[in-house]
């Protein structure tokens, strides 16, 4: 069975233990970073904003229940005309039955500082970064781990390629535009992260960049990326995406190859929002069927890179529905075949996304 604690990426049992009941540590880490900020940065016109959201997520995978609450807020604080705080932090129990299904549930607290950074905008085509932010190996752990974008509960089966050890690093990264046309953009990122064991601050010492092509007049983005790992046994993963969302109708289709040292793989998603029967609030524009194709294939053992141990095709189906006040139902159902067993996946979450300012600015 995929170890499921979260959507986004796998957590080691030795993690649980660094980041049992986290609440408090993290709201006072968010805090103190607060109020060290000198006071006419965060002034009436430069109000943070607290987003994020809260879910529940029940899964079947293989016969074993379990199931997550979820709180993950973000807090964005502009702080002047060239500056910018952003963190995110996730907070989730796991309950599942002791001994399979036959013994009574039991349960932990467990999260994870996502990213606690500050951004400098130098100019409007550079960006500089530093502290923790997510590793941009990809599109999927930037664009799609926060918890109530993903059209699907579970990440794809290749998402730890390039991402090692936690989806996140700690370090430096600069992006920014190296052309900005109006038929056409060229972005950069790169990045540096250094090796940690502090709790709530793991990462793993690396180095990469990820280029995307983009064509607004189309709404196609391509794009590459590299990274390497620098610590222990030293290896290269690399990858390729493709994004498409057409103007005409409601449909998007996204998909990632990526090739790491003992592994490879892609896949592929698309989705159909109904909005085009009697418009996006209607009984049937709020429903939105999705699907997607995944296959990896294991080159070599890989012990602890979190692919699966031998090559691994699997089919998801998904149905969500879009409720109103930013509420949205997602199920879906896997049938996963592989050398190592096949199986069934069940999947059903209910999520809610707040925003609101910390105080009041002008108008």
Known sequence: MRDKFSPMRPIKSAQLKQTRFPRV??????AGFLLLLPGHLLSAQNVPIVSGAVGFFDSKNTGINFFQPVFAPVVVAPLGKHFLAESRFDLRGFYARKNGNSGPYQGTYIGSTQYLQLDYFATDKLTITGGRFL??????????????IP??????????????????????????ALIAKPSFHLNYIGY???????????AGRAAGYRFDAYFPNKRVEVGTSYGRFLQGTHNNSSGAHFWWLPYRFPLEVRSEYAHGAHAQGYWIESTYRLSQWRGPDSLFGRLEP????????RNSPGPGD?????????????????LPH????????????S?????????????????????????
Request: charged content about 15%; aromatic content about 14%.
């Open 25 to 30: 540590a993290i709201a006072l880490r968010l």
């Open 135 to 148: 590793t941009p190996f990809g599109t999927y752990n930037e664009r799609l781990t926060a918890i109530w």
């Open 151 to 176: 059209k699907l509960q579970d990440g794809p089966l290749i998402f730890p390629i390039g991402t090692r050890t936690t989806g996140s690093s700690n370090g430096a990264m600069v992006r920014g």
């Open 192 to 202: 540096f992260s250094a090796s940690s064991d502090a709790a709530q601050f793991q």
């Open 290 to 297: 999705v699907f997607r194709m995944q296959q990896t294939f």
């Open 306 to 322: 979190g692919l699966p141990a031998a090559d691994t095709k699997q089919a998801d189906f998904g149905l969500d529905y879009h």
């Open 326 to 337: 930013e509420v949205r139902l997602n199920t879906s159902y896997s049938r996963k075949l």
């Open 339 to 363: 050398a190592a067993g096949n199986g069934n996946i069940w999947d059903i979450s209910l999520t809610y996304r707040f925003l609101f300012p910390m105080w009041r600015g002008h108008q």
